[in-house]
């Protein structure tokens, strides 16, 4: 240990009360400082992974939409090839269309998804999605009529009033020439399961219907509008997308989830950096406290500092000595942020104090995911922070001259 370092320690340690109280405040703005921004960072984290992972679940990581023409035809052939691709887990197609729906009680719009059910199993996580019911499309007898089955959202369920085993009807207009008398195409279904993605835009309008019933209701033929894929890794998506566009002869359009969800996640990276910025100014305003507490500490250990110059103490071992007790503040104020900051994370996500209105943030409750590389960006910017405010009354301490002090 340096003779710098033990005095700092000593002046940091002892003082009048008043004095000991400034230091103590200054840490715990400090340390305030660095839990907000840490906490807020995580809490953007683990925002963008819930979305991220609950998007991916229904929407899965690379999507291929016919480059030109309305339909994909030859889509059995497609995903043979999409699934020998390595990397690839597997890979499932689907019709993607508005449609109308009314139950005995309501109607509503809603968007309608034809599926192969046993490929979208291994695509998407419709199947652990499942709330109540089957995860099936098994027709069933109903007033004498055979209805093949639905699977719906928990909030279009409620919206609907309807419940298992149901009978909701679909109506489509798609492939009609509006401007004849044309009636819309009518199908009834019954409500074999109900899916809670925890994703209000989903549940609130989402349906699942057999891909063959689909075709039908469309009338598109035997053939699909999109096919999506899940990848060993969603990371690699990006990368991938080339490779799968170049070896399908760029004859589709491949769609990873990054570009298909841009807006959204760009929207988010934006969020996350002005909110750090923001609340960094919390540190910017401890700081100040810093320059005060070393300012009234410069006063305090005037005569030692006289003292300490006579006896041979050079300026810049003055400057080393408060600079030392601005980041010793920082430091401990760093680690206790971060402790802090660990521990809302903890209670947060073990019971769910803060949550949300989940038809506008499309999660019900704040989910917390801490990184180191938050938490380092937060300590180092604080500790920089600090060390630029002991700087000002570091050498202003380093200026005093003996003589003045003397006659002093």
């Known amino acids: 240990m340096s003779y710098e370092t033990f005095i700092a320690g000593r002046y940091l340690r002892s003082g009048r009360a ?104 291994r695509t998407s996580n419709l199947a652990n999605d499942l709330k109540v019911g089957e995860c099936s499309f098994e027709p069933i007898v109903l007033d004498d009529d055979t209805i093949p089955g639905m699977i719906i959202g928990s909030n279009l369920a409620e919206r609907l009033g309807v419940f298992l085993g149901e009978p909701v009807v679909l109506y489509s207009i798609r492939g009609e020439d509006l401007q004849k008398r044309t009636r819309p195409r009518v199908a009834k279904f019954h409500i074999s399961g109900i899916i809670e993605t925890g994703m209000y835009e989903f549940d609130a309008q989402m349906a699942y219907i057999a891909l063959v019933d689909a075709q039908k209701l469309f009338k598109t033929g035997d053939a699909v509008t ?38 959204l996640f760009s929207w988010i990276a934006i969020e996350k950096k002005i909110l750090f910025l923001g609340f960094s100014l919390i540190v910017v305003v401890a700081a100040f406290s810093i320059i005060s507490t070393l300012v009234m500490l410069t006063m305090e250990k005037r005569s030692d500092i006289g003292i300490l110059k006579t006896i041979g103490l050079t300026p810049s071992s003055v400057r080393k000595i408060f600079v030392f007790n601005g ?31 989940p038809d506008i943030y499309f999660i019900s409750y704040l989910p917390i995911e801490t990184r180191l590389v938050d938490f380092v960006a937060a300590g180092s910017a604080a500790v920089v922070i600090c060390y630029l405010a002991a700087l000002y009354p570091a050498t202003q301490a380093a200026r005093m001259s003996v003589i003045e002090i003397v006659r002093q």
């Open 18 to 121: 008043f004095l000991s109280v400034s230091t103590w405040i200054t840490m715990v703005g400090v340390s305030l400082g660095v839990a907000v921004v840490c906490f807020v960072m995580s809490l953007h984290n683990g925002f963008e992974a819930e979305i991220r992972s609950r998007l991916l679940g229904t929407t899965s990581h690379v999507t291929i939409f016919p480059f030109r023409g309305e339909f994909i035809e030859d889509y059995r052939q497609l995903v043979q090839q999409l699934e020998s691709i390595d990397g690839v887990v597997a890979a499932s197609p689907f019709i993607y269309y508005k449609a109308a729906i009314s139950s005995a009680s309501a109607g509503d719009g809603i968007i309608l998804r034809g599926v192969d059910l046993e490929a979208e199993k």
């Open 226 to 263: 999109a096919a999506h894929l899940k990848l060993v890794d969603i990371y690699e998506a990006k990368h991938m997308a080339p490779i799968i566009d170049s070896l399908l002869g760029y004859r589709y359009d491949v769609v990873p989830w990054n570009i298909l969800h841009k807006n």
């Open 327 to 357: 980041l010793t503040i920082a430091v401990i104020g760093v680690l206790a942020g971060w402790g802090l900051a660990l521990l809302a994370a903890w209670v947060q996500n073990s019971y769910q104090i803060v949550s949300l209105p």
